[in-house]
């Protein structure tokens, strides 16, 4: 069963670049059937799509973000990235990992989520 | 990018069915059968229930079926039970800008 995990600091200063790793168990990040992405939930509030990758490296951003964001993919370690520079207390959230179906608007496994807080 | 509109709320009894829905424009709702619901129990991760308009992941209880009406997509919950308290999400594929995607603000539903 394909799971994913979440990893990184827990507490960025403002202005500083935040990054998160996304480490895929159970099966290959290298498969052509997905894309792999990042989404977030700032405290109290609903979800935002933050941009996605496939496996080949293409890459998608939500336009609000683009300018601060970059997704990477390590297939050789079954992982991707997430960068997003320039943060503010805006940014605080807790940020998932997620599959959706290539040609398809489901994502269907999701990480736990982990806390990312911006404060000096 | 403006996320999808959702009721802020709903509310239902035990076994009765509700409908909670989604209203976006034609460039994500009603022109791609792309939209997908999740639920989402406090602190905890979002769960697929619907995708691509109304299939129903397996596992997932029959109660919940989905629909689509122009640039309106519907989530109904029949049967309702005190476990279906929960945020639900829609989401869909929208080609205003770049390619991406788009959520709806969150519906809490309340089981009475």
């Known amino acids: 069963q394909l799971q994913l995990q979440e990893s990184g600091p827990g507490l960025v200063k403002p202005s500083e670049t935040l990054s998160l790793t996304c480490t895929v168990s159970g099966g290959s990040i290298s498969s052509s059937s997905y894309y792999w992405g990042w989404i977030r939930q700032p405290p109290g509030k609903g979800l935002e799509w933050i941009g996605s990758?496939?496996?080949?490296?293409?890459?998608y951003y939500n336009p609000s973000l683009k300018s601060r964001v970059t997704i990477s993919v390590d297939t050789s370690k079954n992982q991707f990235s997430l960068k997003l520079s320039s943060v503010t207390a805006a940014d605080t959230a807790v940020y998932y990992c997620?599959?959706?179906?290539?040609?398809?608007?489901?994502?269907?496994?999701w990480g736990q989520g982990t806390t990312v807080t911006v404060s000096s | 990018q403006s996320a999808l509109t959702q009721p802020a709320s709903v509310s239902g009894s035990p076994g009765q069915s509700i409908t909670i829905s989604c209203t976006g424009t034609?460039?994500?709702?009603?022109?791609?059968?792309?939209v997908s619901w999740y639920q989402q129990h406090p602190g905890k991760a979002p769960k697929l229930m619907i995708y691509d308009v109304s299939n129903r992941p397996s596992g997932v209880s029959n109660r919940f079926s989905g629909s689509k009406s122009g640039n309106t997509a519907s989530l109904t919950i029949s049967g309702l039970q005190a476990e279906d308290e929960a945020d639900y999400y829609c989401?869909?594929?929208?080609?205003?800008?770049?390619?991406?995607?788009?959520f709806g603000g969150g519906t809490k539903l309340t089981v009475l």
């Open positions: 034609s460039s994500d709702v009603g022109g791609y059968n792309y």
């Open positions: 989401s869909s594929y929208t080609s205003s800008s770049t390619p991406n995607w788009v």
């Open positions: 997620a599959r959706r179906g290539y040609g398809s608007g489901r994502v269907d496994v």
């Open positions: 990758i496939y496996y080949s490296g293409s890459t």
